[in-house]
């Protein structure tokens, strides 16, 4: 496949490549990075920008991966009349997303007690394949979460009266309608909010230290403060989604728009891009269904965080309001929205899909909580367990170039099938503790899958797309202890 070189970190595979192409497909990547890329990238990327109403690009970031149907680190945007809407990508695992929340505490503070601190993590928020949660809901209250999202569970007593606002569309994603979920997809969400899940999913406590800072005035809007950073600041970050709700609701639609792409006369390069047109009947519904399992996702991040906060509270013996533990934001990675965004010189509503990719919206944008407004948001990347995380701020640049779009983490090298090949969890588990990680995992062989090896270098794909100006690298985050699903 002929690909051409547009700068140091863009790559333009024209759509004389692969016939049916309505737009060109752009891959973000340093030279490294894009020679590493596996072949479903460059197949996957090249058959969304075949979808109906695709607008300027169909685009992959430096962590893309081969996903179901789209590349893990896509981004698509559709017109809202011509265009479809497309469960394969955004993916199964609707609004999976990261929450990041600061503490006044510092590395003397936990270290001594993380044995305890994520042993009570550990009891309170349940991870692993099918664990329920504590908190079980009626059919009523589920409704009333699925439309009304975070201000609904922190209105039940599970958060902050500022929560909300440190929050991706305040915790609630307009639209939702509970009459489009499947009664399935309700009795799997009832008994799982509050849960951390399996695979990649985790809650990391970690620490900031002055080293890693790279802009600190951002940081500092980001919750850094010099004086603890110096004696290394503890930060929790939460990476999950909404669990076998969403799952379900995804699997329906798919089963949906096969037959509804006959009807509409639809053809796609493969049939995990089941798609509708946005305006249609199948096509709202499923915005509607998929508006809910975001704001289930929202809330489960909102319980766990909540536990989160008991649980530093029965180790530290002190109040998490003591503590600051607030919460610095929430990004949805997989996700649909619609949003306005220049094309062709003009502002216009699309329906842009994420699948493993996160907003990164500058400064001076509207949809920002105003504490944000004037540095640009922030963007939460999580890494492997080993090698860390980052906290990046969103750019004008990425406004023009990637709708508003960036990286979500470090991206697979590897299948999990594979890395259970080439790692063994058990001795994992023991390199990790002579580094100063203490976790704990669900099962020694879901954290096999999750080795450090198993991943791209984060550092190399946060520096890509900080050198290429969409999104900018502020701060570092190194793990102490871990719970995994």
Known sequence: MKVERV?????EIPKTEKPGMNVPARIYANKTLFDGMDDGVFEQVTNIACMPGIQRYALAMPDAHQGYGSPVGGVAAFDLEEGVISPGVIGFDVNCGMRLLKTNLT???VQPKIRDLVNRLFELVPAGVGRKGTLKLSRSEMQEMMVEGVPWI????????NDAERIEEKGRVEGANPAMVSKEAFDRGMVQLGTL??????????????????DWKAGKAFGLEEGLVKEGQIFVMVHCGSRGFGHQICTDYVREFEPAMKKYGLNVKDRELACAPFASGEGKRYYAAMACASNYAFCNRQAIIHNTRLAFERVLGQSAESMGMEIVYDVAHNIAKVEEHKVEGKRKKLVVHRKGSTRSFGPGQPELAEMYRGIGQPVIVGGSMETGSFVCAGTEKAMDETFGSTMHGSGRTMSRAQAKKEFNGGELLKRMERQGIFVKSASTQGLAEEAGGAYKSISEVVDTMDKAGISRKVFGLKPIGNIKG
């Open 7 to 11: 700068n140091e970190f863009v790559w």
């Open 197 to 214: 899940g399996s695979g990649n999913h985790y809650l990391e406590v970690q620490v900031v230290r002055e080293e890693n800072v790279f």
């Open 107 to 109: 590395l003397k503070d």
């Open 154 to 161: 922190v209105r039940k007593g599970f958060g902050w009266k």
